[in-house]
């Protein structure tokens, strides 16, 4: 929670003042967030710049939040990094979760959450892999992956929520609430734009994409 101080004056008698100083808590920063169910199934990707891939809004009866969400649907070569990334917004210190199902894929499989991104080639990524049974966490600069953690781990076919907190220089990832990873890297030290983001074929479902800056 962030305070602020504000000083008060108040008389006392005839001879003087006394100045108190009091601590009042400030509004927490209001999350936002993106469900995709004001849009119609195939409709423009409202708030978004595709960067790489094809990403639509399509319908899944299985949603968290019925029943639109996003989907990635490009089956791109196998160094190809699929990444949309939000217009409006930028945040440097952040909370970030998306919940994502792994629906096809034979090069890949998953995806997972971009920030403090300069562009469409340079930002932090973590990730899960149904296929290859991981999660990790890398920065990406121009183009290129650069891994800072790595986790074996074995999920459920089904949608999971991914999450991370950056502060600093301080990374930590979660997968369904659980703390999975951490890392620390200054490479990317500014605000930058947030995203999805997939590899290859990856043919991957996301809903609730929800940031909260800190």
């Not at 319908?59 to 409006?88: E, F, G, W």
């Not at 183009?143 to 790595?150: D, E, F, M, P, V």
């Amino acid at each position: 929670m962030r305070f602020k101080a504000i000083s008060v004056v108040v008389l006392y008698g005839a001879v003087g003042t006394w100045a108190l100083s009091v601590i009042l808590a400030a509004p927490a920063p209001a999350p936002k967030s993106w469900n995709f169910d004001d849009l119609v199934s195939g409709g423009v990707l409202k708030d978004f710049t595709v960067e790489s891939g094809e990403w639509k809004v399509e319908t899944d009866a299985s949603a968290p939040s019925k029943k639109q969400i996003l989907s990635q649907t490009a089956k791109s070569d196998t160094t190809t990094y699929n990444v949309t990334l939000v217009k409006d917004f930028q945040a440097k210190d952040l909370e970030l979760s998306v919940k994502m199902k792994s629906i096809l894929g034979e090069i890949d499989q998953g995806g997972g959450l971009v920030w403090r991104a300069k562009d469409g080639k340079n930002y932090y990524i973590t990730r899960f892999n149904p296929l290859e049974k991981n999660f990790r966490v890398y920065k990406v600069e121009d183009g290129k992956r650069t891994q800072l953690g790595s986790v074996d781990l074995e999920l459920s076919a089904d949608w999971h929520v991914l999450r991370v907190t950056m502060v600093g220089d301080q990374i930590e990832c979660f997968v369904d609430d659980k703390k999975q990873l951490e890392a620390k890297d200054s490479t990317f030290k500014d605000a930058g734009r947030i995203g999805l983001w997939t590899k290859a074929d990856a043919h991957t479902h996301f809903d609730d994409l929800t940031v909260t800056a800190k």
